[in-house]
């Protein structure tokens, strides 16, 4: 039995031992088994007469067999087989509501994510001399130079073997890309892609063949850029990263301007994306920072000379943080951004990109928008088809549970059709696929069904309230707006946390101020409901007219729903106009013994009124899905889950867009330049919290509500 393969012994150990409860064990490499129990059952010790194995397993709470298993052979035999037995539990996965958020194909539009007319070819660049890459030593159409990054990288004490490895060192780091590009005159968008860390001799740039295929059939270029070289055991590269795309920027301006070149005045330099994934997806930020400065913040004697024309950066998955110039995060301005991160990321295991997209500033008034879309079900490595679904190397298979991840080929056509549409949007001003990026249910004919959580913000948006200015609960962001809150139970500002917790130095929260809002509209001793809680906002008087809103402004908010419940109203506390305390604001609120259905699909009404006191209300489901945090499972091991993450889930805000002409079609007689409140009032379910943020106006392209879900 002890040379079964594991798969037999571990289906035999189901359909023998019903009674045993996920019970397991990993292997090393070198063969060595060391008991492992997920779960255990309920049952005493084992007898006198048992192996000695089995009473020190007991010992140590390792494993505890139920009543039937008083034999010392049934105990020999079980132990015999646990070495070689699979530990997991089962599948857990939340509730999916895809069949009806994404039941309809509203956008009527060629799905982005499809090949376009062009014929593709694909060519390499390089230094020619490669020792470990045939493909940039030996079919290198265009040689390139290298270049000097011995002030942004440092190979510390494995300087000699890399260097011995690769065959150069960081003075001469090489310049090298694998080109996807269209048949034609031109001049097409360039879109650089770069590779996150993995392991430096598993080549990571062809990994993105399936964009460069797509991309280059529908009118782009596309260049994977190799960054193998500062891959592996390294720290404290990401800023080269960034600095490494901006160099290749300046390879495809010279391919550009030579006249002997086969790309001569075929690349638009005006109309130029960076793609980045894991560290890559950092360095696309740092690159987007670098771009408009003159010289290394780390070093000044390290000159900057770029200023290209970088319109959009696209981040997957990425990391935030790992490079801190003078100690604070890097900020961007006036650029694109757009961040995606799946649930089930088993490397990067919070949505880090959120810290970038509250970051992104626009403060031109060009047409410009940031979106971020969280992925259920998809992982880290799965974007990339040379990384795949093991986000922890080979032996993923036994830390994490791979049973939850939607498969490779459904997450890479997500990412397709966001990419696609994001670079037709920003490089080529196609406002077709606007609508998309406000409201994600209008393609649900193109999406894999899967649940998506999605924030929206264009250069329009005016803020009421950010909850960044200032401790006073009552004061908004712009001068003069002020809140109130009615028969709240809960009302205080705080940071939201991220659900990783193994490195709180850059990993502890969203880096996002927000306000928690919780209500019961149960009176205590009492069968009926006192008045609906509510939390408004108050508008200073002359701001409507200032703003000029009218039916083609928007309110935009976001607002995340959390797991809390407050208990009921006491009779005589009506007003709830005190903040109620908390020593953690991250962790979405503290438990309650009330018993509403936790899986029922919450809701609360948006209401704005004029200073004639026309009311009107919208319900916020209308224009999203409103839903709890959704959970999910990332380890084989519940005990490692629950010692590793602060939740079983991420707490993220969803992004509202509502038309104020839906406010006027409510209530007629609404005056929009006379709006003096805007708020939330909790009517639609009994009892909940909610964190809410990012409140305020926009006057967004019309095009983006030119589809919209009924």
């Known amino acids: 039995m002890v040379g079964a393969s594991t798969e037999r012994s571990y289906r035999f150990i189901r359909r023998k031992v019903p009674e045993w409860v996920r019970l397991g064990g990993l292997l090393d490499r070198g063969g060595r088994g060391h008991l492992e129990c997920c779960a255990r059952a309920s049952s005493g010790p084992p007898p006198s007469n048992a192996p000695p194995l089995a009473h020190f397993a007991w010992r ?86 290298p270049v000097d990054a011995s002030k942004l990288v440092d190979l510390g004490s494995s300087a000699d073997s890399r260097n011995s490895y690769w065959g150069f060192e960081p003075d001469r780091f090489p310049l090298n890309a694998r080109v996807w590009y269209p048949v034609g005159d031109g001049p097409f968008p360039l879109v650089l892609v770069v590779h996150g860390n993995h392991n430096m001799r598993d080549f990571s740039d062809p990994g993105y063949d399936y964009l460069g295929e ?238 998506y959580v999605t924030r929206f913000q264009t250069e329009s948006f005016r803020t009421l309230a950010d909850y960044e200015e200032d401790i006073d609960v009552t004061s908004g962001t712009h001068p003069g707006v002020r809140m109130r809150g009615d028969s709240l139970s809960t009302w205080r500002e705080g940071r939201i946390g991220l659900r990783s917790s193994n490195r709180p130095e850059t990993s502890a929260s969203q880096d996002n101020q927000a306000v928690w809002l919780g209500w019961n509209n149960r009176i205590a001793g009492a069968d009926t409901l006192g008045p609906a809680a509510a939390y408004t906002i108050v508008l200073p008087a002359t701001l409507a007219a200032e703003w000029d809103l009218g039916p083609e402004a928007s309110l935009e908010l976001s607002l995340a729903v959390t797991r809390a419940t407050p208990g009921p109203r006491s009779g005589d506390d009506e007003s709830g106009d005190d903040p109620s305390e908390s020593d953690d604001p991250g962790d979405g609120g503290s438990e309650s013994g009330d018993e509403e259905d936790d899986d029922a699909p919450p809701d609360l009404s948006i209401v704005a009124r004029d200073a004639n006191g026309a009311v009107a209300s919208v319900r916020l489901s209308r224009y999203g899905p409103v839903r709890r945090p959704l959970e999910m499972r990332v380890l084989r091991r519940r005990d490692l889950e629950d010692d590793r993450f602060a939740n079983l889930f991420e707490l993220l805000l969803q992004s509202y867009s509502i038309p104020l002409a839906d406010f006027v079609e409510a209530a007629p007689g609404l005056r929009l330049d006379e709006l003096t409140e805007v708020g939330l009032v909790f009517d639609r379910t009994v009892a909940g919290e909610v964190v809410l943020d990012d409140v305020g106006f926009a006057r967004m392209d019309p095009a983006y509500t030119a589809v919209r879900v009924p």
């Open 60 to 145: 140590r709470k390792v494993l505890q067999p139920s009543d039937f298993l008083r034999t010392t052979g049934r105990w020999v035999g079980i132990l015999a087989l646990i070495p070689f037995a699979g530990c997991r539990g089962p599948l857990e996965l939340a509730p999916s509501d895809a069949d009806d958020v994404l039941s309809r194909q509203l956008l009527e539009a060629p799905d982005p994510g499809r090949r376009g007319p062009h014929e593709v070819r694909t060519l390499y660049y390089g230094s020619g001399s490669d020792r470990n890459r045939p493909e940039y030593r030996d079919s290198v159409t265009y040689v390139t130079e």
């Open 214 to 451: 797509l991309l280059a059939s529908r009118g782009y270029i596309l260049a994977s850029v190799d960054m193998n070289f500062i891959n592996g055991g390294i720290r404290g590269e990401n800023d080269a990263r960034g600095w490494f795309l901006l160099q290749h920027v300046g390879v495809w301006k010279r391919f550009n301007d030579d006249d002997a070149n086969l790309f001569h005045g075929r690349v638009d330099m005006e109309r130029v994306a960076l793609i980045g994934h894991s560290r890559g997806g950092e360095a696309v930020g740092h690159a987007a920072a670098f771009n408009r400065l003159d010289r290394y913040p780390d070093d000044a004697s390290l000159d900057f000379d770029f200023d290209y024309d970088i319109r959009a950066i696209i981040a997957i998955a990425p990391v935030d943080g790992q490079y801190l110039p003078t100690n604070r995060f890097v900020p961007v301005e006036n650029v694109n951004y757009m961040v995606f991160h799946g649930s089930h990321d088993g490397d990067v295991t919070s949505f880090h990109g959120l810290r970038l997209y509250k970051r992104v500033r626009f403060t031109d008034e060009q047409p410009r928008l940031k979106t971020a879309v969280w992925v259920y079900r998809a992982n880290h490595g799965q974007w990339n088809t040379v990384w795949g679904a093991h986000d922890n190397g080979p032996r993923s298979g036994r830390i994490l549970d791979l049973r939850a991840l939607m498969p490779g080929e459904d997450q890479r056509r997500f990412a397709e059709i966001y990419i696609s549409a994001f670079l037709e949007t920003t490089l080529r001003d196609d406002r077709r696929y606007l609508p998309m990026f406000r409201d994600h249910r209008v393609i649900g004919g193109w999406l894999p069904k899967t649940m």
